[in-house]
């Protein structure tokens, strides 16, 4: 059995010698073989700008979202060849280190315009903007065309190289889309590459889609996002880069196609190293006709 971590720098000391990778591990009791280092937005790969010189992280990936503090210690300004050097030294103590982040846009500290702002195209569009959870979404396409994925691969395998990753943990938001499918997305780019001919009368596409053609947008999604995963491991895996791929949001693999579009088999097939079960099932709200 894999003996693994999901961890936020946070969970360690950039002041301290060895960043006290040694008192953490003595703290747990036992050696994982695998660690992932949370850094909470995909933003960390797209706006990645290599390792020519030392300059702080931002907020969101030397911390959760940028929380201040846990119990431990405040939040600290890692810098990128701070992170590097903790990955080595983690490392050296037998552990495979892997970078993990989710689909959410992150805030800037330096007033420059969000990555999504610069790309507003590839957040998605739901039935009820309101209520949207802002990310960006994987299958989508740059306003001159090109899939972003092909963007995402080649920024997925610079990070991975300039910081000595050992892997990639494809997780929330990229693992699945993050919301269900009869919510978003709904525009106009993912309705042209499903096929579906709407008619010009219609005005509300996702009421159209879902009441007439329901069966051909799960199925669309279904094959869209296994291409999708199955060119970013297997783009990853010929570098040597080994992936894991959380669970689309706990569910089993029957509803994880009719909710999310999600097909574990393809995750198999494409060749992931591991494949993360998640359970929350302890801390899981129960939201009926709500939870989206």
Known sequence: ??????????????????????????NIGFMPQKMSLHLTSVDFVNTHKGMDTEYVLPAYAC????HPCNDD???????????????????????????????MEAETETGEKKFSELHPELLAVCTNKAETEKGIMMIKRFADGTYYEDYLLEKLKEVCRDYGFDGVQIADGLSSPRNAIWFADFSDDLIEQS?????????DKAKYINENCRKEWMNFYRLRWNAFLTKIIKGLKAEGIKTAVNSAWTRDPLESVYRYGTDYRAIKEAGADYLVVEDVSSDLAILGFEDN
């Open 73 to 103: 210690r405040l939040r600290q300004d890692w810098t990128n060849y701070e992170m590097r050097a903790l990955i080595k030294k983690l490392q050296s103590k037998g552990i495979e280190v892997y970078a993990s982040f989710f689909d």
């Open 63 to 66: 911390s959760y979202a940028g």
């Open 1 to 26: 059995m894999l003996v693994s971590i999901w961890i936020e720098l946070i969970g360690f000391d950039r002041e301290k010698e060895n960043f006290l990778v040694d008192e953490y591990i003595e």
């Open 195 to 203: 096929g579906i001919k709407i008619p010009c009368a219609v005005k």
